[in-house]
């Protein structure tokens, strides 16, 4: 999510199912269309004339598990998504890799927003939406290991910070990438840098990914990605990690270059 058209987010459910402050609404400037619950705070965005892209800074750099990841093959782990949003990331990995796209969201009203105005496609056999509860998700036993990289984004109408940020939570969501020691997995997670709830993330983050936590520099619109790494060492340095970042760009259009540089110096303990 991203602030008022400004960082952005996904649904908190109320105790019986998603709450009516949580409904769709649609905005539409300079020909980009803007998903919002009700507020003025953007949960999602899409070029009308170019749905395949990513038209804010934070869902690019969502994609910063690239530098540490091939996408997984078809026939491979999925990438995964909690929280929908517009359906932007979802879009974006369908256009530019073979993976399988598993995406999880609570609210079915959002799921149905994004197929009648950003472009969604139906489920099929390269991807697909669950109606759940992202918390409840990643403690699934089903769910262990199946997906190779998972972005992370759960908001509600009022934006307070992510609504699901437990150390439990964030255990699951290393489980749903690394079942096992020899399984390299990667999560990306949508936070607010200047944000109440930031340290608390952080703190939870660190805890479940035992340290192994890096933060791309905050972007102009308050939102900071964290990457968390599961499974093996990888044994890069930061010469590998700003080559990485070279075919990252080359390949994918984003500007894992920048990134690179940014995460160099934390290359060695990776």
Known sequence: MSRARQPAGRGRPAASGPSELDDPTFSEEDGVR???????????????????????????QMMAWLLFLEQP?????????????????ARYCLKHTDSRIQAVEWNPRVTAACRAY????????????????????????????????????????????????????????????????????????????AHESFEHNLRN??????GRVLLLPEIEEGN???????????????QMLLARGEEVERRYGLPARKW???????????
């Open 224 to 238: 900071r990605v964290a990457i968390a790494l599961a499974g093996p060492a990888l044994g890069i340095d930061a």
């Open 73 to 89: 093959g078809a026939d491979e782990d999925a990438i995964g998504t909690l929280g929908l949003g517009a359906g932007s990331l």
């Open 118 to 193: 950003f472009r969604l496609p139906d489920d099929g056999e390269r991807f697909a939406v669950t109606h759940a509860d992202a918390g409840e998700w990643v403690l699934d036993i089903a769910n262990r290991g199946t997906c190779r990289a998972l972005m992370v984004d759960l908001y509600d109408h009022a934006a307070r910070g992510p609504v699901r940020d437990s150390v439990a939570f964030y255990r699951g969501c290393r489980r749903v990438v690394s079942a096992h020691a020899h399984q390299a997995g990667v999560v990306t997670v949508n936070l607010f840098g």
């Open 205 to 210: 983050l660190q805890e479940a990914f035992e």
């Open 260 to 270: 690179a540089r940014s995460l160099a110096p934390e290359a060695g303990r990776l």
């Open 34 to 60: 803007y998903l919002h619950f009700g507020s003025p705070w953007v949960q999602g965005a899409m070029k009308v004339r170019s749905p395949f892209s990513l038209v804010l800074e934070y869902t690019r």
